[in-house]
């Protein structure tokens, strides 16, 4: 392996050393190009939205369709009029932010992201009124206020395993008071957040992978909830494991297919790599040990 393409998950040992930044950045600072192997061409790396609310079957059976669901679910829940401006906290490769400025009609869209690779793509794109900022949503100076937030799989890296559960609601608590500073009043938030489904809060801490995302802890929807109380009214609330289900069944799908391309390109340690951690995470989902959860809530 040379430097470009090496390789190697980390333990728990090895994430004592990590910040939550370097941890985050050790897993998204893959390149664009290998996560595009396995993703669709929106290149969103969270739950796409197969099912409507109080049905059973999914409505949509593509990928591509259900992630544009899925971005169109957490804009529309801004309730945004023409030359709304928004931030998307956790902002990926983009794709909440292009569509706010495009099919949206707005007249800005900033994202917060840790990853240099994601920055630079978003940058490469060169979207008429988006700026990208590699910077912790906890530390950045976002200029509010703004007329909507969106946070999609970054809720996830706001607590650390070593917390208790006082201690994680405390730092969900600050994540929501600097949404509500930099809000218009009446404003909504979009959230969407893996959370533990039937563990108690003692199980929990025992399943925490050991990889992949090493200063990590997931939240219950108790916790999301009462941290976000004082200051947002919750306006929706689905939970929907079986988008996490369906959307890891095409990832793995697609991974397998790019098998030999992944080999020849980087490795064959990264290919294992990331089809045990997909096959593990499709399996936490169908266990019931993790659910999908989407959350509107309004500033108060």
């Not at 939205?49 to 409505?59: D, G, K, S, T, V």
């Not at 957490?74 to 945004?80: E, K, M, V």
């Not at 079986?242 to 490795?267: G, H, P, R």
Request: aromatic share 12%; net charge negative; hydrophobic share 40%.
């Amino acid at each position: 392996m040379n430097e470009r393409t090496a390789f190697k998950p980390v333990d728990r040992e090895t994430a004592g050393t990590l910040s939550a930044a370097e941890a985050i950045q050790y897993h998204y600072d893959n390149e664009t190009r290998f996560f595009s192997l396995f993703l669709d061409e929106t290149l969103c790396y969270s739950a796409a939205r197969f099912h409507l609310p109080n049905r059973a079957e999914p409505a949509l059976d593509n990928l591509y369709d259900a992630q544009w669901a899925k971005i169109r679910f957490h804009l529309d829940a801004l309730q945004l009029k023409p030359g709304a401006r928004i931030l998307d906290v956790g902002c990926g490769w983009g794709a909440i932010l292009a569509a706010a400025v495009t099919e949206y009609e707005g007249r800005g869209a900033v994202g917060l992201t840790l990853s240099k690779d994601q920055r630079d793509h978003i940058e490469s794109r060169n979207l008429k009124g988006v700026e990208v900022r590699l910077a912790d949503v906890y530390e950045a100076e976002l200029d509010g206020p703004y007329d909507g937030i969106v946070s999609v799989g970054a809720f996830e890296h706001f607590a650390r395993p070593a917390m208790n559960k006082a201690e994680k609601i405390e730092a969900y608590t600050r994540f929501f008071e600097i949404c509500h500073k930099n809000m218009m009043p009446g404003a909504f938030l979009s959230l969407q957040t893996i959370v533990w489904d039937t563990p108690t809060f003692e199980e929990a801490k025992t399943w925490i992978p050991e990889t992949v995302f090493p200063q990590s802890d997931i939240p219950f929807i108790d916790e999301v909830v009462t941290a976000s109380h004082p200051l947002f009214r919750l306006e929706y609330l689905e939970n929907r494991r079986e988008d996490y289900i369906l959307t890891l069944d095409q990832w793995i799908k697609n991974l397998k297919a790019k098998k030999d391309v992944i080999i020849a390109e980087w490795d064959q340690e990264k290919y294992d790599f990331f089809e045990h951690y997909l096959r593990n995470s499709k399996l936490a989902f169908a266990r019931r040990k993790n659910a999908l959860s989407r959350f509107v809530l309004k500033r108060r």
